[in-house]
């Protein structure tokens, strides 16, 4: 599979046409950003690293019923995967708080939830990638009232697939962020990447945190911290 042409260039990956017009090359990137790109940084082998993440977590999603866009890797931090329009929400599932969630409602930090939170972030850059409420959506005209429910039911569902296999691993999944996409038959599936860019993760013994918050508050150690991830992924542990 050859790269035709650079489509699309965001904060994590590249998006190249391929010589399949049903299909993408997602390549992974080095790089690192928080808070909205304001901070800045690299980090050799982060993205293979991400790759090799995301790729498991698809891949055991699917073996679970979850549909995504992933087709196959096809090196270290290049993913071939199918073409899809990307709804512009970010859907993020809470199981405990931090970060936002704690500075907007005073939540105590590390408190658990009563149940997963899913909240809906509008993809624009220039906006902030603002929180939005399903009514929000309806009047932007992102998505229909079906597809915002099914959004919810899919976000819960990958919750509890995901919290389960990483708590026998020793990790608490905190929250994440994931994006759907619809095919050229209209189908929703599962896109981008769930890897520790994405998700905050923190060792269930010692809450310490294995994630991109130890760029964003620069607690060193990013690309150990997404090692021991990987690793705890392949421990066998069904």
Same mark, same amino acid.
């Given at each position: 599979?050859?790269? #035709?042409?650079?489509?699309?260039?965001?904060?994590?990956?590249?998006?190249?046409?391929?010589? &399949?017009?049903?299909?993408?090359?997602?390549?992974?990137?080095?790089?690192?950003?928080?808070?909205?790109?304001?901070?800045?940084?690299?980090?050799?082998?982060?993205?293979?690293?991400?790759?090799?993440?995301?790729?498991?977590?698809?891949?055991?999603?699917?073996?679970?019923?979850?549909?995504?866009?992933?087709?196959?890797?096809?090196?270290?931090?290049?993913?071939?995967?199918?073409?899809?329009? #990307?709804?512009?929400?970010?859907?993020?599932?809470?199981?405990?708080?931090?970060?936002?969630?704690?500075?907007?409602?005073?939540?105590?930090?590390?408190?658990?939830?009563?149940?997963?939170?899913?909240?809906?972030?509008?993809?624009?850059?220039?906006?902030?990638?603002?929180?939005?409420?399903?009514?929000?959506?309806?009047?932007?005209?992102?998505?229909?009232?079906?597809?915002?429910?099914?959004?919810?039911?899919?976000?819960?569902?990958?919750?509890?697939?995901?919290?389960?296999?990483?708590?026998?691993?020793?990790?608490?999944?905190?929250?994440?962020?994931?994006?759907?996409?619809?095919?050229?038959?209209? &189908?929703?599936?599962?896109?981008?990447?769930?890897?520790?860019?994405?998700?905050?993760?923190?060792?269930?013994?010692? &809450?310490?945190?294995?994630?991109?918050?130890?760029?964003?508050?620069?607690?060193?150690?990013?690309?150990?911290?997404?090692?021991?991830?990987?690793?705890?992924?392949?421990?066998?542990?069904?």
């Amino acid at each position: 599979m050859k790269k #035709i042409e650079l489509l699309y260039e965001g904060k994590g990956k590249r998006l190249y046409k391929s010589d &399949n017009e049903d299909l993408l090359i997602s390549e992974f990137k080095d790089d690192l950003t928080a808070f909205n790109a304001q901070k800045k940084g690299n980090e050799k082998g982060k993205g293979a690293l991400n790759c090799q993440i995301s790729t498991k977590l698809f891949k055991l999603l699917e073996q679970h019923g979850i549909k995504t866009h992933l087709v196959e890797t096809i090196s270290d931090n290049e993913q071939l995967v199918k073409k899809v329009n #990307i709804i512009p929400l970010e859907v993020v599932i809470r199981n405990i708080a931090t970060g936002s969630l704690t500075k907007r409602l005073g939540i105590k930090d590390g408190t658990i939830l009563p149940f997963s939170l899913v909240e809906f972030y509008y993809k624009d850059d220039d906006l902030g990638d603002p929180l939005v409420n399903d009514e929000h959506c309806l009047l932007l005209d992102l998505i229909n009232e079906n597809e915002l429910e099914e959004l919810k039911r899919l976000g819960r569902e990958i919750n509890n697939i995901l919290k389960p296999f990483f708590y026998k691993r020793d990790l608490k999944l905190v929250d994440f962020k994931i994006e759907f996409g619809k095919d050229k038959d209209g &189908n929703i599936l599962l896109s981008d990447e769930i890897s520790p860019d994405s998700c905050r993760f923190w060792d269930a013994k010692t &809450n310490e945190k294995m994630d991109k918050d130890r760029f964003r508050q620069g607690l060193g150690e990013v690309k150990v911290a997404y090692e021991e991830i990987l690793k705890r992924i392949n421990m066998e542990n069904n």
